[in-house]
């Protein structure tokens, strides 16, 4: 067995590893999509809510009414701050995976540059053996057909 052959496990781990990195990469990329998505539309809710709360004053609601509005539009305000550290560590986690699969993809690639070059010289090897037994068969047939001729 040549060691390409032998390495040829340890080169399947790395790839599954690069590969299972490169997933945990995608569903860290889709929950910062999400959670981006989340913040973005309690900021677009706050903002409607804000907007009405003034239509509200301007109509002269009652004043508990108006409490209540308040007190709503202080617990979405804080739900957006909430929103916004869960956006910041679903950014931190993707950049972690993000690491992880590039220091993963970097051991896959060199020990495939490595194996790269083992199977080049075990190519050349078999072909030097080749040549080596096509140059000695040359070489019998033509002393055999030396001592025939004589």
Not at 43 to 56: C, D, K, L, M, T
Request: with cysteine; aromatic share 6%; hydrophobic share 40%.
């Amino acid at each position: 067995m040549t060691r390409s052959q032998r390495i040829a496990p340890v080169q399947q781990v790395l790839d599954n590893t690069e590969s299972t990195h490169a997933k945990q990469v995608s569903a860290a990329q889709a929950a910062v999509v999400a959670a981006e998505a989340k913040l973005a539309e309690l900021q677009r809710y706050h903002v409607e809510y804000v907007q009405s709360f003034g239509r509200q004053v301007a109509s002269g609601a009652t004043c508990h009414a108006l409490q209540d509005f308040q007190a709503f539009l202080f617990r979405l305000s804080e739900a957006a701050k909430q929103q916004e550290h869960v956006v910041a560590r679903t950014r931190e986690e993707l950049a972690v995976q993000t690491h992880h699969w590039q220091v993963a993809a970097r051991r896959s690639r060199g020990l495939q540059s490595v194996v790269s070059g083992w199977r080049r010289e075990e190519q050349m090897q078999l072909e030097r053996r080749d040549q080596q037994q096509t140059d000695e068969r040359a070489l019998t047939m033509m002393r055999r057909a030396e001592r025939e001729a004589l």
